[in-house]
């Protein structure tokens, strides 16, 4: 099994979103590590409403491919056109950021995910979900690379969602790398 996270993202019917894709992660990979959600304003757009974004774990035995795959088809799912422009707004949007500790192209994904170090609305959340686990290639914990970031004219904060009956974060047994 491998420790896989992912980074979730929507500006479009926000919360009905990133609920339906996290009842999809927990009837496709089962328990699910979740980090508190935060609200953003568009990185790399003016013109668009604020992110929702947050950072889910899990175990899980599928190939990179597979998981690239199963996120894709969640997102056109949701309404996701494949052609979309890139900073354009969307309803989900699901990255792969980490499998294990995973380097290199994998099944057509980069990993680990280049936003891990550069976009507070993906470090913050992985850096309180797993603050112990290191960075495959940097090899610095997530909580120390939080702590060094500097780019804070990323606007983004911490707000209170509910998902299931629960308000999150959802740490359940957090996954092991």
């Known amino acids: 099994m491998a420790l896989v996270t992912l980074s979730l993202g929507s500006n479009i019917e926000r919360g009905q979103h990133i609920r339906a894709c996290l009842d999809a992660l927990a009837d496709s990979f089962g328990e699910l590590a979740i980090s508190r959600v935060f609200e953003s304003r568009p990185v790399g757009f003016e013109d668009g409403r604020n992110f929702y ?79 112990d686990i290191r960075h495959p290639i940097d090899g610095r914990r997530y909580d120390e690379l939080w702590a060094a970031f500097d780019d804070h004219d990323q606007a983004l904060w911490p707000i209170e969602f509910h998902w299931q009956g629960h308000l999150l974060p959802l740490q359940g047994t957090p996954p092991q790398a």
């Open 53 to 131: 974004n947050l950072v889910v774990a899990f175990d899980s035995d599928c190939s990179v491919a597979e998981l690239q795959a199963w996120c894709k088809d969640i997102e056109r799912r949701h309404g996701r056109l494949k052609d979309s422009p890139k900073f354009s707004p969307r309803t989900l949007d699901i990255d792969i950021l980490t499998v294990n500790q995973l380097c290199g192209e994998h099944g057509g994904v980069l990993l680990p995910r280049g936003e891990i170090l550069h976009h507070a609305f993906v470090l913050w959340p992985l850096s309180e979900l797993l603050p």
